[in-house]
């Protein structure tokens, strides 16, 4: 004689525990995981873009190096962040020598000599230009002379990496 | 009567879902830390080689040049309204129209892809015959703006020749030019 299983008796178990289902949550997050360790750069931010410019797009493969941070944006020239000189001033200058900037930079350049001169790092005269890919020819050269004019030889361009 | 069955053989090994909990609490501080120092925009910089200024006495710069009794290209790549002149210490490269420049405008856009390939025809030929043959000079109209001087610097450096990238001229100096 077959046994027939007491019906009454299965649902008795009951909806016991219910456990919440982390498995695809798991798969999603393993997956951003790899993807945020693979673009993570060791060496972080040396430059941070500043907001009211966009900088040029270039092929060039030069990781950023640290230097003194000269932005050229639409509204003002500023050195460490600082403002120095409004850019709408750089046209009438005669000349390829900004004085306001000149004066900022030779202060710098003169800290820099005072810590070579005190613990011996090195002044190299490093400094990395961020502009406006809308800034015209004849007002960055006026800025890059007066680097160049302020014992800063060192000069970089810093421009967005084109993608792939 | 039949037997009650063997409650053995109908028990199935229960397995215990692995605790992930420990696992979730590492992604959460994981994630959040690696989003906040990942960089979504990658930077970069162009060096510029420029022999030290030296001040002329109206405030104009005077670039000393390295005294060198060797032949010198000087190749210099003007960029105006119209397109690029390439010029050398002897003669400017003119277009196919005398008087136009070397490399037009192509549909209104600077055409980087034509100038790239002269100027690998030039470092062809000037390779092992001059003493500057990695050095470009470039000069540009007051009003060319700073995102065509970084793409025509990136022209004169490197070339893409059947998906590989050929050194034309790396050193790159800008020229204030004659305004």
């Known amino acids: ?164 | 009567m039949a037997y009650r069955p063997s409650k053995r053989a109908r028990r199935s090994i229960e397995t215990e879902p692995p605790n992930i909990a420990p696992m979730m609490n590492l992604m959460v501080v994981l994630i959040p830390l690696l989003l906040t120092s990942a960089e979504f925009v990658r930077l970069g910089v162009i060096e510029l080689n420029l022999p030290p200024a030296a001040a002329g006495p109206d405030g104009t710069v005077l670039n000393q040049m390295p005294i060198e009794s060797q032949r010198k290209l000087d190749l210099t790549v003007t960029i105006t309204d119209r397109g690029f002149f390439i010029s050398s210490a002897m003669a400017v490269l003119s277009g196919t129209v005398q008087g136009n420049p070397t490399i037009p405008l192509e549909n209104g856009n600077y055409d980087f892809q034509a100038l790239s390939q002269k100027l690998y025809d030039i470092k062809q030929r000037a390779v092992n015959q001059f003493a500057d043959a990695d050095h470009i000079i470039l000069m540009a109209e007051p009003n060319v703006d700073y995102q065509t001087v970084v793409s025509t610097m990136d022209a004169s450096r490197t070339i893409r020749l059947h998906g590989q990238l050929e050194q034309l001229f790396p050193d790159v100096s800008l020229s204030a030019g004659v305004f």
Not at chain 1, 5 to 21: D, N
């Open chain 1, 1 to 164: 004689m077959a046994f027939i299983p007491s019906r009454r008796k299965q649902h008795k178990t009951g909806p016991g525990e219910v456990r919440m289902q982390l498995t695809s949550m798991m798969d999603m997050f393993t997956i951003l995981l790899v993807f945020l360790l693979k673009t993570y750069s060791t060496h972080g931010q040396l430059i941070n873009p500043s907001q009211d410019l966009t900088l040029p797009v270039s092929d060039v493969q030069n990781p950023p190096e640290v230097g003194l941070d000269v932005t050229v944006s639409s509204d003002w020239i500023l050195v460490n962040g600082k403002p120095v000189e409004k850019t709408s001033n750089l046209a009438v200058i005669n000349g390829y020598i900004v004085p306001k900037l000149e004066v900022a930079l030779e202060r710098y350049a003169e800290e820099g000599r005072k810590l070579e001169a005190a613990y011996g790092t090195k002044f190299s005269g490093k400094v990395t230009i961020q502009g406006d890919k809308k800034l015209p020819y004849h007002l960055l050269i006026k800025v890059l002379a007066t680097c160049g004019q302020s014992n800063f030889p060192n000069m970089r361009l810093v421009v967005y990496q084109r993608e792939g």
